[in-house]
């Protein structure tokens, strides 16, 4: 009998042809009555157009939410969501958070202990003392 | 799901002012009428379509004279135009082809509204792109690992798995009232089999991953009606082939050693033979072999194993996969190369005479 | 008098900074493998004039993605510039062969065949597979490819290995089992 084959599906690497944005949407929640929510008005009213067009992957959604602190939530293709509280924050501190929000991945935090991860293996492949020169002492 | 209406005066209101704000669609060729159909289904009130055929009965299609409701417009789908940049999409390629390639063949049967065509040709070119690459990258391939690394890429799996990569999400029901940016499909029961002669007909329902393929295959012939074959080409090399796929862990060989002989007996080398090359712990609870397999001077492939018998099957495998793995030197041409400019220069890919029969 | 000896503490003494000692004196220089002209660590005096290719393989096993010389078709370029290399190395001596090499001598013709399908197809009980192939001088392979025994001594062999593995316990019956299914992930299923 010949070869036969193994199924596979193949793995993701988002950048290396296309890269996608992995915010996806940014919806900005504020209050019309509270003071905290005075710099998100603001922000809303003079900056937001701005981010959305700078950011035209990211859909963007601005509701009221009343009687609460004014927050930004972002949604991620992994299907989590991070949100911010920008209470009493002005607007030039909410334009940061929204950047941190859309240049963010949407994955748990985690430490890296290790620089460097990769599906690729080594180009000089992985060390065998039975293999190449025999190194003579 | 509660369905939520416009009232009638409102959405006169709109739609007489978007008809006011609204481009035309950037098509001018007539033969793509059929694209268009979304934009005018969602702009107009009047039912256009009654005199071309028969209206079939759809639960979800308002009454003829109701107004469709405002998600449903494409245009005004904030989803859809964030989709449109995300994929990095010409402006060229409208909206609305994108809004019906979100709409499955069983949320609208009427082939003028939903995917089924685009998909249709969405997976004709994907077939001829990846079929392309590989033959020309791995011209010994077997037809069997040939298939399944096109099936790795190109098949429903992966490309479901792209859908979702891009962020699409899918709506809960195919209601006229849901974002146009939203996957609109019929799901099945839970519980329903959808393999073999039991599975159901398409109207009955279809599988998230089948109707997230079929966006990725429409989304794919969209590119290539709207942008042309050389953006199609692009878009297949960044969206598909771009993605990591280990050809060599698809080969497995039933009968290794057999096969490598009858290989050096047709090529015309010399009959192969084991040799150890080195090994370790012979009497030891975990011994460790490395077999090469020599055809007179030459190495053809390595194994290593437990057994003498182990390391020697598996040199026979490598060097099988060896063989079958070439891949020439100086990158050849792709026979699609042609459909972008046919007055290039076209080095022609190797044709191998094919895998070893035993 | 109890004064400490001079040469004595000159040879404790160590005229070197640590830093020294403990980093730049184990910094390793490149392998001479690596030195382009470079003979038993001896780098050369000036970089080659012409381009040049360092052929160092890797202490790795062998990638499948890299073909054989014998496997590249006559028209790779790879090929001369492997075959260039190949010669300039001395023929090492090849290292021994896992089974003693044989030479294949078909010496058997249709009437030793037929022959043999006649004794085993006579007597299944006498003429087994190793009394064939001892007789003619051929392989128990060769034996059980061209004269097939009987349905009736199969179904009899059959049953008498039944019975033997009816009798194992269950470690044995898992172990063998085990064995099996490692040995059917060798051909490529096992993914190594």
Redesign the interface.
């Known amino acids: ?14 950048g ?3 890269f ?2 992995q915010c ?2 940014l919806d900005f929640h504020y209050c019309d009555w509270a003071g905290a929510s005075r710099g998100m008005k603001s922000f809303i009213a003079h900056k937001l157009a701005d981010f959305a067009k700078a950011n ?6 601005v509701s009221p939410r009343p009687n609460q602190h004014p927050i930004i939530r972002g949604s991620y ?1 992994n299907g989590r969501e991070k949100v911010i509280c920008v209470r009493k924050l002005d607007h030039l501190q909410i334009l940061q958070k929204a950047e941190l929000l859309r240049n963010s991945s949407g994955q748990k935090l985690k430490k890296f202990s290790k620089p460097v991860k990769s ?2 293996e080594g180009v ?10 025999k190194h003579v002492i | 799901m509660k369905r939520i209406r416009c009232s009638s005066s409102l959405c006169d209101q709109f739609l007489s002012s978007s008809r006011q704000i609204v481009p035309r669609p950037r098509i001018t060729v007539t033969a793509k009428g059929p694209l268009l159909t979304s934009h005018t289904r969602a702009l107009s009130t009047t039912p256009v379509r009654s005199q071309y055929y028969e209206k079939p009965i759809n639960p979800y299609e308002p009454a003829p004279g109701e107004p469709l409701p405002r998600a449903r417009n494409p245009l005004n789908s ?2 859809l ?2 989709l ?5 999409l010409h402006p060229s390629y409208p909206i609305q082809t994108l809004a019906r390639a979100l709409i499955d063949q069983s949320a609208d049967p009427i082939r003028f509204y939903n995917n089924s065509s685009l998909a249709y040709l969405g997976n004709s070119l994907l077939g001829y792109y990846g079929a392309e690459h590989f033959m020309c990258t791995y011209p010994r391939l ?1 037809t ?2 040939l ?2 690394a096109m ?3 190109v ?1 429903p ?2 490309l479901a ?2 859908g ?4 699409v999400e899918t709506a809960f029901e195919p209601t006229p009232d849901v974002d146009a ?1 939203l996957l609109q499909f019929k799901r099945l029961p839970p519980g329903t089999t959808v393999k073999g002669h039991l599975r159901p007909a398409r109207s009955e329902g279809v599988p998230e991953e089948e109707a997230m393929a079929n966006f990725v295959r429409a989304t794919f012939a969209g590119v290539y009606l709207h942008e042309g074959v050389a953006a199609s080409r692009q878009f297949f ?3 598909v ?6 050809v060599d ?7 290794p050693t057999r ?1 490598l002989s009858r290989l050096c007996a047709r090529e015309g080398f010399t009959p192969p033979v084991a040799r150890l ?2 090994e ?1 712990g012979r009497m030891s609870r975990s011994p ?1 072999f ?1 077999v090469g397999v020599y055809s007179g001077q030459e190495c053809l492939g ?1 194994g ?1 194993g437990a057994s003498m018998d182990e390391a020697r099957i598996r040199a026979a495998v490598n060097a ?1 996969k060896g063989w ?1 793995l070439y891949s020439p030197a100086n990158p050849v041409d792709l026979p699609s190369k042609m459909d972008v400019d046919p007055a290039a220069s076209f080095a022609p890919a190797m044709i191998d005479v094919g ?4 | 008098m109890n004064c400490p000896d001079i040469s004595s503490r000159e040879s404790i003494t160590r005229g070197e900074a640590t830093s020294r000692r403990l980093t730049k004196k184990l910094r390793l220089g490149p392998h001479p ?1 690596m030195i382009v002209g470079g003979h038993g660590g001896v780098a050369p005096t000036a970089s080659p004039a012409i381009n040049h290719i360092i052929h160092n ?7 499948v993605f890299a073909t054989p010389n014998l496997f590249l078709p006559k028209e790779d370029p790879r090929r001369d510039a492997l075959l260039a290399i190949g010669d300039s190395k001395a023929r090492a001596k090849l290292p021994p062969p896992v089974k003693r090499p044989y030479e294949k001598n078909y010496h058997l013709g249709e009437a030793e065949i037929a022959e043999m399908r006649t004794l085993r197809a006579e007597n299944p009980n006498k003429w087994t597979r190793g009394k064939l192939a001892e007789e003619f001088g051929t392989s128990r392979f060769f034996a059980g490819m061209v004269a097939e025994t009987t349905a009736a001594r199969k179904e009899e062999m059959q049953g008498r290995l039944a019975t033997i593995k009816s009798r194992w316990g269950k470690i044995r019956t898992n172990a063998r089992f085990e064995r099996t299914r490692r040995r059917a992930g060798w051909g ?2 096992d993914g190594q």
Do not use: C
């Open positions: 009998m010949p070869v036969t084959a193994l199924r596979a599906v193949s793995k993701a690497q988002n290396v042809g296309a996608v944005l996806k949407r035209p992957q990211i859909e963007i959604t293709i599906m690729n000089r492949g992985i060390f065998s003392p039975y293999h190449g020169e | 904030a989803k135009a964030a449109h940049a995300r994929l990095s077997p069997l690992v298939k399944s099936a790795a890429f098949g799996r992966p798995a792209i979702r990569e891009w962020g940016g090399r960044q969206h082939m771009s993605r990591k796929l280990d862990q698809l080969f497995n060989f039933v009968q096969e090359i080195s370790t460790v490395i390595q290593h099988l079958y895998e070893v029969i035993v | 493998s393989p890797p202490s790795a096993a062998p990638s490529g299923a």
